[in-house]
C-alpha cells in the first residue's frame, strides 16, 4: 500500500518531535570535534518539519520540495543544505512510490552534492546502510524498520572511525571513540519516519 500524503506528513511530525527531544545531545556529541551547534541547526529544521505538516499540499511530492528548500536555507553550516537536499531528492520518487524507492531517490540527490561513502565518518554512514536495508524488505512497514536498525548501528559504527569532512577532519586520529552528530541525526531521522509509520493508521 503506497504511503499518503497525510501518511508522509504524520511521519515527519513524529520525527520532528524526536529530533527536538534529542537536539541538545546532538549539540553535545558535536561540541567534542566540531562546533556544538548541530543540535540547533537540526532543532530549526525539526520546527520547520512541523510547520509543513500542518499545510495543506496536493501531493506528497510538494511536500517534500517545500520542505526540502526551506531546509537548505537553514543557516547554521552545512546541515541544512545537506538535510534539505536530502528531503528534497525525495520527490523525485513517483507519487505513491515505495518508502524504499522514495528514499533511494533522497539518497542519490544527496550523492549529487557529497561524495561522502561509508566509513568517512558523516551521515552517509547512516543514510547508506539503512537505504540498502530497505530494499530488502517486501513492505514498508519492514522496511522502515529496517531502515532504522541500519542507521543505528551505522551511526555507532561512526566512533571507529577518523573524519574526513568538515572541522571533525584536523581532529584526525583524534575523532576515534566519538560519534558523528550527522549520522546521529539521521539515525533519528529513521527512527521517527519508521515511528510514525507505525503510530499513524489509515
Known amino acids: 500500500m503506497a504511503i499518503s500524503l497525510k501518511k508522509w506528513q504524520?511521519?515527519?511530525?513524529?520525527?520532528?518531535?524526536?529530533?527536538?527531544e534529542h537536539a541538545d545531545e546532538l549539540?553535545?556529541?558535536?561540541?567534542?570535534i566540531g562546533d556544538g551547534d548541530h543540535g540547533l541547526t537540526i532543532a530549526k529544521i525539526a520546527k520547520l518539519m512541523k510547520e509543513k505538516c500542518a499545510l495543506?499540499?496536493?501531493?506528497?511530492?510538494?511536500?517534500?520540495?517545500?520542505?526540502?528548500?526551506d531546509a537548505i536555507n537553514v543557516q547554521g553550516g552545512s546541515a541544512g543544505p545537506l538535510f534539505g537536499t536530502y528531503i528534497m531528492g525525495?520527490?523525485?520518487?513517483?507519487?505513491?512510490a515505495s518508502a524504499?524507492?522514495?528514499?533511494?531517490?533522497a539518497l542519490k540527490e544527496l550523492q549529487s552534492i557529497s561524495k561522502a561513502v561509508i566509513g568517512e565518518k558523516?551521515?552517509?554512514?547512516?543514510?547508506?546502510?539503512?537505504?540498502?536495508?530497505?530494499?530488502?524488505?517486501?513492505?514498508?512497514?519492514?522496511?522502515?524498520?529496517?531502515?532504522?536498525?541500519?542507521?543505528?548501528?551505522?551511526?555507532?559504527?561512526?566512533?571507529?572511525?577518523?573524519?574526513?569532512y568538515g572541522?571533525?577532519?584536523?581532529?584526525?586520529?583524534?575523532?576515534l571513540g566519538v560519534k558523528d552528530a550527522g549520522s546521529?541525526?539521521?539515525?533519528?531521522?529513521?527512527?521517527?519516519?519508521?515511528?510514525?509509520y507505525e503510530r499513524y493508521k489509515e
Request: hydrophobic share 45%.
Open 184 to 196: 546521529c541525526s539521521m539515525a533519528l531521522i529513521f527512527e521517527g519516519l519508521k515511528t510514525g
Open 56 to 69: 495543506e499540499y496536493t501531493t506528497a511530492s510538494e511536500f517534500f520540495d517545500d520542505l526540502g528548500w
Open 122 to 164: 558523516t551521515m552517509m554512514d547512516a543514510i547508506i546502510p539503512a537505504t540498502e536495508a530497505m530494499k530488502e524488505a517486501k513492505t514498508d512497514a519492514e522496511s522502515l524498520e529496517a531502515a532504522a536498525r541500519a542507521a543505528k548501528a551505522g551511526s555507532e559504527a561512526t566512533a571507529n572511525f577518523a573524519a574526513k
Open 10 to 20: 504524520k511521519m515527519f511530525d513524529v520525527t520532528a518531535d524526536l529530533l527536538l
Open 167 to 175: 572541522r571533525a577532519k584536523n581532529y584526525g586520529e583524534k575523532s
Open 90 to 96: 525525495m520527490k523525485n520518487a513517483p507519487e505513491g
Open 100 to 105: 524504499a524507492t522514495v528514499m533511494e531517490c
Open 27 to 32: 549539540s553535545r556529541i558535536d561540541a567534542v
